[in-house]
RNA sequence: GCCGAUGUAGCUCAGAGGUAGAGCGUUUCCUUGGUAAGGAAGAGGUCACGGGUUCAAUUCCCGUCAUUGGCUCCA
């Protein structure tokens, strides 16, 4: 007999050689038919794999990550049945599951796969799952599993076995169908109820862009039809929120061919909105006591091979500009840091001075690669909300923390109170791609990490998603319908303030080299911009609101009192259109509420006669009349009441 | 940069080897209206660009550019 530990700490005491299934059944009968894999001493578990020896056991539904995660990787494997039978000779790479669903990377010999062929390959993955397939855990020897896939001819399988281990191999076998996998797998087919592939996409081999590309086909699946259906309108939500297109809509930015890719062009509209947010955060950062200053758009050659980052990207950048005359070389200023090491360098500064916190909103440049361009998240020109703070090592912790509480304040005010945060380090095996001693890099990391378990964050260590100059704290903020954005990030630098130099002078009166913290809240304008779209959907809080009314005039009659509310309300910067046009007031309506606009005033002849407005508020909620005053009160509390400054 | 898809009116999209169509928008006129689409008429397109095949190409083929789904990259 072996002994069993649950989760809440229970045992249960049964023969060895017992499986998880069974112990569930013993549970519930509910428990039973929901769950869909295990995990056995922290490792994951096939439901009917006998258990050997006294173990701690979970059990996972759908409802945890791992029973989804197994749940998709065994709809891979579907799928790949199928494709193995709609297409003889198909080679397969890996086949995970991923955050949403699951992928397999398959080699067509060339053959071409597009979403046309989706259908026909959903109905076979339909057709088998219904079979109700056992998967089954088989053993083999690395000799056994290399002939297999030999005579199978799968040239990437044979690759991934060279790197296992004699005696941990495993295969998988449900229906015709036998894969390489570690497992765990549900136990049969039956439970996958709903399947949709998603989309095809190439994929290098084993991520390597120097080797072959593979077609990925992208898929999810369900245990019930509805929670497919309940997937894909989100998809469908996401796709209305899409901020290229409500950007187009709301005539917020546009791109142009003649200008050039990934350069974006703010329209007015957008361009109010981006200056109201760049109004509200050079506020915020005049209180936290950083000091505005504005840098140009090019700088010297020289200046990035000082920083170390001409070495790093200068090839891979937008090549230099150079003088008629004298052939000097200018770069589009790729980053703001430079600068402001130099804007640092030219005053001497006493160890009281500090911290100096330099904040620019600087446009810069950077040739991403064609393929890389999305809308206003990934660009070839935009603004970062950057400052740079110089300090004393002794202060870092505390301006990190600073730095931390600034960042949270203004995600807090524009409703993103949801978020995630990711510690970078670097990739301790290619210290080569870094800049700096290893010192420098302990003490920045160590910084991060200390103060990052001060403030409490929820946070994730990645290793190797270092900055070249130094590690990072990233914030990952989740919208309103779930999906994760990075936004904001703060960086320790020890290395630029020693390529450039820096110093101030201690109370010895000997010189000290002060420590650099990076930071943008944002990130860029652009990226936060689509962001924020993608969150409120177009429905921007009042106060960043390009518009925050339409006045309807009932008739052509009312036109010049349209105007006089228009104008005393614009002396408040409460501004809006008013619709002119010779339509009904049912149609207007529907064209302001279709055009997101907060409040929409409707005058005619009783407002006329009683100097007064009916307000309606976006999603035709009925505000009734009252004195235009009134209405500018309303507006600003409402806007008032929405910024939630901290003091 | 790589693989796949796409490119037709301002926008959203249909279409076919014989030089184009819808809805919305826009313009003009009629209507002067009270809480989600009033009516009529008109304007608007080298069918992304450059080659090729063909009697004939916007349609088929090739290339370029751009957009797009991924991969790789992201100071």
Redesign the pocket.
């Known amino acids: 007999m072996i002994k069993i530990t649950l989760p809440d700490g229970s045992t249960k005491t049964v023969s060895k050689g017992t499986t998880a299934i069974e112990i569930a059944k013993s549970i519930s009968e509910g428990l039973a038919r929901n769950v869909l894999c295990a995990s056995i001493n922290g490792e994951t578990w096939d439901l009917n794999r006998s258990i050997q020896q006294d173990s701690s056991l979970k059990l996972y539904t759908w409802n945890d990550k791992e029973g989804k995660k197994c749940f998709w990787h065994s709809t891979a494997h579907i799928m790949a049945e199928a494709l193995e039978y709609l297409y003889p000779g198909v080679k397969f790479g890996i086949g995970p599951a991923i955050e949403n669903g699951f992928?397999y990377d398959i080699d067509l010999n060339g053959k071409?796969?597009?979403?046309?062929d989706f259908t026909k390959i959903e109905e076979k993955m339909k057709e088998l799952s219904s079979k109700k397939l056992i998967f089954e855990r088989k053993k083999v020897s690395k000799k056994e599993a290399f002939n297999y896939f030999k005579t199978k001819g799968d040239e990437y399988k044979i690759e991934l076995i060279q790197d296992l281990n004699d005696g941990d191999i495993t295969f998988y076998s449900q229906g015709n169908f036998i894969d390489l996998c570690k497992g765990p797998h549900i136990q049969s087919s039956e439970k996958i109820k709903a399947i949709k592939l998603?989309?095809?996409?190439?994929?290098?081999w084993k991520?390597?862009?120097k080797r072959k590309?593979l077609?990925?086909i992208?898929g999810i699946s369900f245990p019930k039809q509805k929670e497919l259906k309940n997937y894909l309108n989100l998809l469908q939500e996401a796709k209305k929120r899409?901020h290229?297109?409500i950007g187009?809509?709301m005539e917020l930015f546009t791109?142009s061919?003649r200008v050039?890719?990934?350069l974006p062009m703010w329209l007015p509209k957008g361009t109010r909105l981006r200056e109201k947010l760049e109004k509200f955060l050079k506020e915020a950062q005049e209180d936290a006591g950083y000091l505005p200053v504005i840098t140009p758009h090019i700088g010297n050659k020289q200046l990035?091979i000082q920083s170390g980052?001409y070495d790093?990207?200068?090839e891979?950048?937008f090549q230099p500009i150079k003088t008629p005359n004298e052939g000097e070389e200018f770069?589009l200023k790729?980053?703001n840091?430079p600068h402001h090491c130099e804007i640092f360098a030219q005053k001497q500064y006493s160890y009281k001075d500090l911290p100096v916190r330099i904040a620019e909103f600087g446009t810069?440049y950077?040739?991403?690669?064609?393929?890389?361009?999305?809308?206003l998240t990934?660009v070839r020109g935009f603004t970062q909300d950057d400052a740079h703070i110089f300090a004393r090592p002794d202060q870092l912790k505390e301006e990190f923390i600073n730095v931390i509480d600034l960042v949270l304040f203004i995600f807090n005010a524009l409703g993103f109170t949801k978020f995630k945060t990711q510690i970078s380090l670097r990739d301790k095996e290619k210290k080569e791609?870094y800049i700096g001693s290893d010192e420098n890099w302990k003490k920045a990391e160590e910084a991060i990490i200390e103060a990052a378990n001060e403030k409490k964050l929820d946070t994730v260590i990645e290793y190797g998603?270092?900055?070249?100059?130094g590690p990072?704290l990233d914030f990952m903020v989740k919208d309103a319908i779930g999906r994760e954005w990075q936004l904001g990030?703060i960086?320790v630098d020890y290395n630029l303030p020693e390529r450039f130099n820096l110093e101030y002078v201690g109370s010895d009166n000997k010189k000290y080299r002060p420590v650099m913290i990076?930071r943008a809240p944002f990130g860029s304008m652009e990226r936060f911009v689509a962001v924020l779209i993608e969150h409120c959907s177009g429905n921007f809080p009042l106060w960043l609101a390009p518009e925050q009314y339409i006045i309807l005039?009932?008739?052509?009659?009312?036109h010049d009192y349209a105007e006089k509310v228009s104008r005393f309300l614009k002396k408040y910067d409460i501004c809006g259109p008013i619709d002119y046009?010779?339509?009904?007031?049912?149609?207007?309506?529907?064209?302001a509420?279709?055009s997101k606009l907060p409040y929409?005033i409707?005058?005619?002849?009783?407002?006329?006669k009683e100097n007064i407005?009916?307000?309606?508020k976006?999603?035709?909620i009925?505000l009734?009349?009252m004195k235009i005053n009134e209405f500018k009160d309303l507006i600003q509390e409402e806007i008032k009441s929405l910024i939630k400054f901290n003091n």
């Open positions: 992928y071409t796969l597009s979403s046309e998603l989309n095809v996409a190439g994929a290098y991520g390597d862009e590309q077609t990925r992208y899409d290229r297109k187009k809509e791109f061919q050039g890719q990934g990035y980052h790093k990207y200068g891979d950048s770069f790729p980053m840091c810069v950077r040739y991403e690669q064609s393929g890389e361009l999305h809308g990934r791609k998603e270092a900055a070249f100059y990072k990030t960086q990076h005039p009932i008739s052509e009659k009312f046009r010779a339509e009904t007031t049912g149609r207007k309506i529907r064209d509420e279709v929409i409707i005058v005619g002849e009783k407002e006329v407005i009916t307000v309606r976006h999603g035709g009925d009734g009349s």
